[in-house]
C-alpha cells in the first residue's frame, strides 16, 4: 500500500521582528523593523507507512510542531514536497484535514462550556458523519475509553485526564486514517497517562491506526514506538527502530550483581567496575564487543552470586546524548 | 451551502443555549442595549422637535433612516460577532484548531458566538422602524416592502463585512485597530442622518469606500419617493442595496488572504 505521509526535503524558514531593548528601540521598531531568519524545519524527510506508529521527538523548538503543523495544513512550507494520504495538506486543506485526527494536548479540541456529548454532536456535524456511523463509532470510543460518566459533564468541569480521554475519542470520532498525537501525555497522572497509553497501543495494533506522536515523556516513546525520529535543529538526526537509536548512541548497558559475600573481590576483566557497595556492585559493559550471556556466564562462574540483573540506560541519556552531539557541529546556514 | 447554514444553526443554537445559562446577566445586557440606543434616538427627537426640519427631512424621514440602520447593525452584531475576538484566537492559537476542521475557517469564526444581547438594540429599532412606516404616507406595497427587507439584510452584510475585515487585520497586526470600531459605529451614527447634511467627501467615503448610503441613505429615498441621489438615476436606489451582499463578498476574500498569510507565516 502507498504511503501515509510522504515528507521530501521540507524547508521552512519564519521571518522574527527583532525587539530593540528601551524605549528608544520600541519607537525605532515602529519606523523600520530588523528581521531575523529562523530555519524551523532544515530539509526533512521520511515516510510512514499504514500502520506505522512514529515516534517523533527532539527539544523544544526543534521544529516537531511546525512539521506536525505542515502536515496538519495550518502551515505552508517554503519547499518540498509533502503528501499525507495522497493529498498536499496546505493546498487541499479540507480535503485532507477531513482524514485525519488530530490532538494537542496542550490545547482542547473541545467546547469549553458544552458537556462532551455535544462537543461530540457538534464534531458529528463538522465531520459530516452519518448518523448511523456516528452511534456506531462514538459508542465503541466511549466504551474504550470509559467516558459514560463524563458525557454529561462541561469540559471545563473535567480533570486534566479526563479531558484528554474526551480529546482523544473527538479526535477518532470521524474515523480518521492518520492521527497526530501532540505531547498526549503532558501533566497527566500516572494512572491517566497508562490509560492513554493503552487505548494508543490499542488503537494502532488492533484497529491499524498510522500515528504520530511528539512527546518529551521518553517512557510514551519505549511504552508505544517501534520506530523514532529525532529531530534538532530543523533536521532529523536519526530515523529507525529504537534499538537503532540506542546502538546509534553507543550505549554502554550496565549489569547490577547482588554477592553472596560482601567482601569478596570482584574480578572481571571484559567489564568495568562502575561501583560497588557492601554485596551489590555496578559493573558497565559494551555489548558489541562482549555478549551480554557470556559475561553473565563468566562472571556467575567466577562468583557465587544471589541476584544480577542488565539494564539498558535510559532513554533519556541517548537523546541527550543525541542532542548534544548536533550541538557541537551545528548545520551551516547558506 | 444548505449544509454550512445547518452547520451554522447547529453552533447558534448551542450559544443560546450557554447564554441561557446566565439569564440575568443576558437580559441585562439586553436592557442595556435598548437604552442606550433609544437614548440616540431620543437626542434625534429633540433636535428635531427645536429645529422642526433637517434639510427638508422630517422626523418621520429621518427615523426611518435610523430605524434601517439600527435593524442590521443589530443582526449583524448578533451573528457575526463571534469576529470580535478573533484577535485573542489568532494570538493564542486557538485558529489552529479551526484550520484542522474541514469546514470554512469564516463559518467556524463567526459560529463561535451568537450574542442575545443584541436583542435590545434589534427591538429599539425595529419600533422606531415600525412606527416611522406607520406615520409615513408612504404606500406599502409589495415592491417597497421587498425594497425595505432587502436593505435592511444588505445593511446587516456590509456591517457584518466590516466586523470581517477588522478580524482579518489580527493576522497583519496583533494590536486591535480601532479605526475600524470608528468606521463600524461611526458609519451607525453617521447613517442615522440624511447624507446629504455632510460634506461631498465625507458621503463620497460612505458610498464608495463603504458603500453605506447603498444599503440605507439610497433605498430609503426610494421608498419615500424621493428622486435620485446627488444627480444619480432613480432606479439606482432601487439596486443599491445589492452592495452591502458585495461588500461582504470582498471583505470575505480578503480574510481568504489574511488566512493565506496566517498558513504563511504562522503568527
Known amino acids: ?334 | 451551502m444548505r449544509d454550512a447554514l445547518t452547520l451554522y444553526l447547529r453552533y447558534a443554537a448551542i450559544s443560546i443555549r450557554s447564554q441561557l445559562e446566565y439569564r440575568a446577566s443576558c437580559a441585562m445586557f439586553a436592557a442595556a442595549s435598548f437604552v442606550i440606543s433609544a437614548i440616540d434616538f431620543c437626542a434625534l427627537w429633540a433636535l428635531f422637535r427645536r429645529f422642526g426640519s433637517l434639510q427638508g427631512w422630517k422626523l418621520q424621514e429621518v427615523a426611518l433612516l435610523y430605524g434601517m440602520v439600527n435593524v442590521s447593525f443589530a443582526l449583524a452584531e448578533g451573528f457575526a460577532r463571534g469576529f470580535d475576538s478573533f484577535e485573542t484566537m489568532v494570538r493564542n492559537g486557538g485558529f489552529d484548531r479551526l484550520l484542522v476542521r474541514p469546514r470554512s475557517t469564516a463559518l467556524q469564526v463567526a459560529g463561535q458566538e451568537l450574542q442575545l444581547m443584541r436583542v435590545g438594540r434589534l427591538a429599539q429599532g425595529a419600533l422606531v422602524l415600525f412606527w416611522a412606516a406607520g406615520e409615513l404616507d408612504v404606500h406599502w406595497s409589495v415592491a417597497r416592502l421587498a425594497l425595505a427587507a432587502a436593505a435592511v439584510v444588505s445593511g446587516a452584510c456590509l456591517f457584518a463585512g466590516l466586523f470581517v475585515l477588522q478580524a482579518t487585520l489580527a493576522f497583519w497586526t496583533t494590536s486591535t485597530l480601532e479605526i475600524v470600531n470608528t468606521v463600524t459605529y461611526g458609519g451607525v451614527e453617521t447613517a442615522q442622518y440624511p447624507l446629504d447634511v455632510y460634506r461631498p467627501w465625507f458621503r463620497a467615503f460612505f458610498t464608495f469606500v463603504v458603500p453605506l448610503a447603498c444599503v440605507n441613505y439610497m433605498p430609503a429615498h426610494a421608498l419615500l419617493g424621493r428622486g435620485g441621489v446627488f444627480g444619480a438615476p432613480a432606479w439606482l436606489n432601487w439596486v443599491a442595496p445589492a452592495m452591502g451582499p458585495a461588500f461582504l463578498a470582498a471583505a470575505l476574500g480578503v480574510w481568504q488572504m489574511g488566512v493565506r498569510r496566517y498558513c504563511s507565516t504562522g503568527s
Open chain 1, 1 to 334: 500500500m502507498a504511503a501515509i505521509v510522504r515528507v521530501e526535503n521540507l524547508l521552512k524558514t519564519f521571518r522574527i521582528a527583532e525587539r530593540r531593548p528601551g524605549l528608544w528601540g520600541a519607537v525605532a521598531g515602529l519606523v523600520h523593523r530588523r528581521h531575523r531568519e529562523v530555519r524551523a524545519v532544515d530539509g526533512i524527510s521520511f515516510e510512514l507507512g499504514p500502520g506505522e506508529l512514529v515516534g517523533y521527538i527532539g527539544p523544544n523548538g526543534a521544529g516537531k510542531s511546525t512539521t506536525v503543523k505542515i502536515l496538519s495544513g495550518i502551515l505552508v512550507p517554503d519547499s518540498g514536497l509533502c503528501e499525507v494520504l495522497g493529498r498536499v495538506p496546505w493546498k487541499q486543506r479540507v480535503e485532507t484535514v477531513a482524514r485525519i485526527g488530530v490532538v494537542f494536548g496542550q490545547r482542547t479540541q473541545l467546547w469549553w462550556d458544552l458537556p462532551v456529548r455535544e462537543s461530540f454532536e457538534l464534531l458529528r456535524d463538522i465531520y459530516r458523519i452519518e448518523p448511523g456511523a456516528y452511534r456506531a463509532k462514538s459508542d465503541e470510543l466511549i466504551a474504550m475509553l470509559g467516558l459514560e460518566r463524563l458525557l454529561d459533564v462541561p469540559v471545563r468541569q473535567l480533570s486534566l485526564g479526563q479531558r484528554m480521554r474526551c480529546d482523544l475519542a473527538a479526535a477518532l470520532l470521524h474515523s480518521p486514517e492518520l492521527l497526530f498525537l501532540d505531547e498526549p501525555t503532558i501533566g497527566l497522572d500516572a494512572v491517566s497517562k497508562l490509560a492513554v497509553r493503552d487505548f494508543i497501543r490499542r488503537l494502532n495494533r488492533e484497529r491499524g491506526a498510522s500515528v504520530i506522536l511528539t512527546t518529551h515523556d521518553l517512557d510514551d516513546i519505549e511504552a508505544l514506538c517501534t520506530r523514532v525520529l529525532v529531530i534538532a535543529d530543523g533536521r532529523i538526526l536519526c530515523d529507525g527502530p529504537l534499538s537503532d537509536l540506542r546502538a546509534r548512541a553507543g550505549s554502554r548497558r550496565s549489569l547490577t550483581v547482588d554477592l553472596v559475600d560482601p567482601a569478596a573481590s570482584v574480578d572481571c576483566p571484559e567489564a568495568e567496575i562502575v561501583s560497588r557497595d557492601g554485596q551489590r556492585v555496578q559493573l558497565s559493559f559494551d555489548p558489541t564487543r562482549v555478549k551480554t550471556a557470556d559475561l553473565i556466564g563468566r562472571f556467575v562462574a567466577r562468583h557465587p552470586v544471589r541476584d544480577l540483573f542488565v539494564e539498558n540506560p535510559p532513554i533519556e541519556e541517548l537523546v541527550a546524548e543525541l542532542y548534544q552531539d548536533a550541538r557541537r557541529d551545528p548545520p551551516d546556514l547558506p
